[in-house]
């Protein structure tokens, strides 16, 4: 189990292991894109993770791909739908406006 804290607005909860960023922030009725609905084609999930990096999954070949194609890309960004909560860390996380995806 790890804290899910999200920027701006700082809404926190627990995420438990193995869910992906993507699916936990729709549980808990938070407003993000994903119009491939989860697969790692369109970037309109892209995040920015402030704090702790290291208690996601690993960025896969997919994941990367997809991520250099976005405009505005950083070392912190990730795809939601493909970014799991391992529950060893608690993560911050920053959403971008609508619209930011490819
Ligand atoms: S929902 Fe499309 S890349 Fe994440």
Redesign the pocket.
């Known amino acids: 189990m790890s804290t899910l804290t999200v920027m701006p607005s700082g809404q926190s909860f627990d995420v438990a292991e193995g869910t992906t960023l993507?699916a936990a922030l729709l549980g808990a009725e938070i407003a993000i894109p994903?119009?491939?609905?989860?697969?790692?084609?369109?970037?309109?999930?892209h995040i920015y993770v402030q704090e702790g990096r290291k208690g996601l999954s690993k960025i896969a070949r997919e994941e990367n791909e997809?991520l250099d194609t976005i405009v505005g890309i950083g070392s912190k960004s990730r795809?939601?739908?493909?970014a799991k909560v391992l529950g060893t860390e608690n993560i911050k996380i920053e959403l971008l406006s609508f619209g930011s995806g490819v």
């Open positions: 993507l994903h119009k491939c609905e989860g697969n790692a084609k369109c970037g309109s999930c997809r795809l939601a739908c493909q």
